[in-house]
């Protein structure tokens, strides 16, 4: 069983900045690529970024590339989201995932990660001026 608790979430302006956290507990956070994913109101939750169980091989869905920026330290079991340049279409919960058949990220983000076996309880970010 592997737990994820994100932090960091918040309110923040239009074109600012919010780094996310993702902190992993229990059965072998190092094998497991982890996935961003977010949900925004009315909307279908849909994958925005992923890393490798091995912190290669970053995935990030198109209208977040050049602004988001995925990083891990697995000696301390921690995933962070680096957002910047954020607009009121980032509003969002953002959800940290994992699974254990994704050790390189593959397709998690194009829709297969939906289905994984671990998430995170979910962060609100709201960019609003």
């Known amino acids: 069983q592997l737990q994820l608790v994100e932090s960091g979430g918040g309110l923040v302006q239009p074109g600012g900045s919010l780094t996310l956290s993702c902190a992993g507990s229990?059965?072998?956070?190092?094998?497991?690529?982890i996935g961003w994913f977010r949900q925004a109101p009315g909307k279908e939750r849909e994958g925005v970024s992923c890393?490798?169980?091995?912190?290669?091989?970053?995935q990030y869905v198109d209208v977040v590339k050049g602004r988001f920026t995925i990083s891990r330290d697995n000696a301390k079991s921690m995933v962070w989201l680096q957002m910047n340049s954020l607009t009121p279409n980032d509003t969002a919960i953002y959800y940290c995932?994992?699974?254990?058949?994704?050790?390189?990220?593959?397709?998690?983000?194009?829709?297969?990660?939906?289905?994984?076996?671990?998430w995170g309880q979910g962060i609100q970010v709201t960019v609003s001026s």
């Open positions: 229990g059965y072998a956070f190092e094998q497991h690529a």
């Open positions: 995932t994992a699974d254990p058949k994704f050790r390189l990220c593959a397709y998690m983000i194009d829709g297969e990660g939906l289905n994984n076996e671990y």
């Open positions: 890393i490798s169980a091995g912190g290669r091989y970053p």
